[in-house]
Structures are given as C-alpha cells and as structure tokens.
C-alpha cells in the first residue's frame, strides 16, 4: 500500500500540467499513467494551436516534454490502470490498480473522454493521414480541399460550419434525413455555400491512394442499401465522446452524458477530489484549455492541501510511503 499527498489519475496534458504544479509545490505527486501517458495528444501528428511553439510540434513531443519537466520537480510516474476508487470513507482515498492499493489525501481526476470511433476499416490507420476528430485542431491541414463531416448533432454541424473556413467544400454524411443539430446552427449551415448534405447513408470504410492519404469513403444508403465511392481529401468523425468514468460513477457526481461535475475551482462534490480536463469539459477539448484546467484544479488542490494540513496524517519526509 502507497500513501501520497496527491494523487492524479490520468496523464495527458490536464494530469500533466497539475503534475507539474503539484510537485513544484513540493508535493511529490504519484500520477498513474494509464494505458497511454500524454493521453489523446500523444496520438496527434501534429499541433499547431499550443502557444509557444511557432512551427508547431508533434504531440508525442510535447507530453514528453511535459512530462519531463513534471518529473524533474519530483512528480512519480506509474505505469498502471487506475480499477476502482473509493470515496466515500473520505479522506485518505482509496485508489486501487490491479496490483496495488494507493492511500491518498486529495486526488485529481483527468482520465479524459474517447472521441467515439466509427469502427469501419480505414479509420485508424487513417488517422493523422486524412482522419480528424477534431476541427478546430486539424482545420487548417485541409486549405483549399473538400472534406466529409460525419454526424449530425451541433458538434459536426458546428465543426462542419467552422471548416468552411479552410475546406473549400464540406459534405455532411448522415444516417438519417434531418439533423439533431439546434436550429439556427442549421440554418447557418444550409446558408453556408460551401456546405452540402448526403442523408441516410453510412461511411462503410475509408480509402487511401497508393501514398497511404485518404482519397474516399465507400458509403452505403440506409434505405437503398446502395453503395457509392465518394472522392474526399478529409473525413472529420463527430459522432460523440465516451468519458472514461464508468469507474467514478458512484464516487463523485456525474451529468446525464456521464462528465464529472466540477464547480469553477474544478472541485467535485467530494471534499478533496478534483477533476480537470475532458472528463469534467465537454465543450472546449483542447490541449490548451486541458493544461489550464489541470493547473487550476491542482491550484484548488494545493490549497486545499494546506487549509487541511492539520487534520491530516502525517507522511514520512519522502512524501511517499509503502507500507
Ligand atoms: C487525433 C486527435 C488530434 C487532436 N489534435 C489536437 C490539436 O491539434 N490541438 C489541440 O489543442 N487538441 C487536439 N486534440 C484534443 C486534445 O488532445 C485533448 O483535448 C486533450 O488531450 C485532452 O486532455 P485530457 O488530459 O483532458 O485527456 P486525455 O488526453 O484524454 O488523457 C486522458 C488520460 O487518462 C488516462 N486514463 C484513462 N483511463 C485511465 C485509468 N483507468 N487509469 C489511469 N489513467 C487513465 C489515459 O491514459 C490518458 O493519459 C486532438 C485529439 C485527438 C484525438
């Protein structure tokens, strides 16, 4: 059994960034990992809107750079799966892997959200090569080419409206004949010139050309089952986020989509638990505002680290104990 001062669940750039302020206010902080350490950032070729790197960086390099820097100042990295937690004894919380037991006084949770996957052949492979998730990360790859949006709720509506920016034509594919998109985005999107509509068809598979680039999706129509290649340069998925909290579900209080409840000091409703990022954003989704969001609720957990120094017990002056 492991006892910390703060423990945070989750490693991408929100557990990241309230790594690094945890431990440079000397908390040695324990961050369980995951399956993937810098979480979605570190699946993404390329990013172009962190401020400060002018030419961009790679994903992978920037959470390896975060981490470092979280490191250097004593954060602990462990390389597990956060199973179960239990809050409700207060604190110290229980956190448990499958190998070990964790005692801690605070937690952060930062697990995160999976943009929901079409599951077709092509889609993975296709990522960084023509597959987006995300158009306000990968908007500007596509200047002067014609994309497909899949979906038809306000996020690919909304997302579909902002590539008209970039794309020069935007083709939404959805499976039914009307949008669940809110009214006036609709309007502003079947205003929108540069915006079309296939209805009641299904993406089967992406298609690349000889280089490995996405060059067309096959689709089918759900009424006609007829299938057609369609020629397209990006295909931007909008089809909704899975947050990772299954196992906080009788922890910490949720909303009707499963998100963590914060207030605006990232506090949840347990006394001592804070979340930050995707798991408590649903809205934003950027590295940039998962780094803000991590800093101010390890900011919260600072403080409330200190405000309750007093009532609890006392660690050895590693900060981090076995027992
Ligand atoms: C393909 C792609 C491209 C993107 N491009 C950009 C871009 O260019 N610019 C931009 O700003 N944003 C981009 N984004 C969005 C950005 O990556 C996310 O908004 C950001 O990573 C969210 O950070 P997070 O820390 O909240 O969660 P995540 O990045 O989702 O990290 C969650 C972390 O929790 C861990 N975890 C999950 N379950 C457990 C568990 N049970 N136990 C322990 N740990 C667990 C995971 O291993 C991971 O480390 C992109 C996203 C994708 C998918």
């Known amino acids: 059994m ?15 960034a309230a790594a690094l302020y945890t431990a440079r206010a000397q908390l040695k902080p324990v961050v369980i990992a995951g399956m993937q350490l810098g979480g979605q950032a ?13 030419g961009g960086i790679s994903g992978p390099e920037l959470v390896e750079r975060m981490k470092d820097q979280a490191e250097g100042f004593g954060a602990e990295f462990i390389y597990d799966v ?24 605070s937690v952060l949770i930062t697990i995160g959200a999976d943009p929901r996957k079409l599951k ?23 200047r002067g080419k014609e994309v497909v ?9 909304e997302e579909g409206v902002f590539l008209t920016r970039f794309a020069t034509k935007i083709t939404v594919i959805h499976r039914r004949d009307t949008l669940r998109a809110g009214v006036q985005l609709q ?24 280089d490995g680039i996405v060059n067309s999706v ?19 998925v909008f089809i909704g986020h899975d947050p990772n909290s299954t196992f906080f579900k009788d922890q910490v209080a949720l909303n009707d989509n499963g998100y963590i409840i914060t207030d605006e ?26 780094v803000g969001q991590g800093t101010g609720a390890s900011m919260s957990a600072i403080h409330w680290l200190d405000a309750h120094e007093e009532s609890l017990q006392p660690l050895d002056d590693a900060n981090l104990v076995s027992e």
């Open 42 to 54: 570190a699946i993404t070729h390329e990013i172009e809107n962190y401020p400060g790197f002018p």
């Open 149 to 157: 949006v899949v979906g038809g709720g306000d996020s690919a509506i």
């Open 218 to 236: 096959r689709l089918k129509n759900l009424k006609t089952e007829e299938e057609s290649i369609y020629p397209t340069q990006g295909i931007f």
């Open 2 to 16: 492991q006892k910390t001062r703060v423990l945070i669940v989750g490693s991408g750039p929100a557990g990241l």
């Open 82 to 105: 956060v199973e179960s937690v239990d809050f409700t004894q207060g604190t110290p919380f229980t956190v448990k892997t499958a190998g070990e037991t964790y005692l801690a006084d």
């Open 120 to 142: 077709v052949n092509g889609e993975i492979e296709g990522i960084g090569r023509g597959v987006s998730y995300c158009g306000t990360c990968d908007g500007f790859f596509f």
């Open 265 to 290: 000091r990232y506090r949840t409703n347990v006394d001592g638990v804070f979340a930050a990022g995707e798991i408590q954003d649903e809205i934003w989704r950027q590295v940039a505002t998962s």
């Open 187 to 210: 309007k502003r999107a079947f205003d929108n010139p540069k915006m079309n509509f296939i209805w009641d068809t299904a993406v089967e598979e992406v298609l690349f050309n000889e």
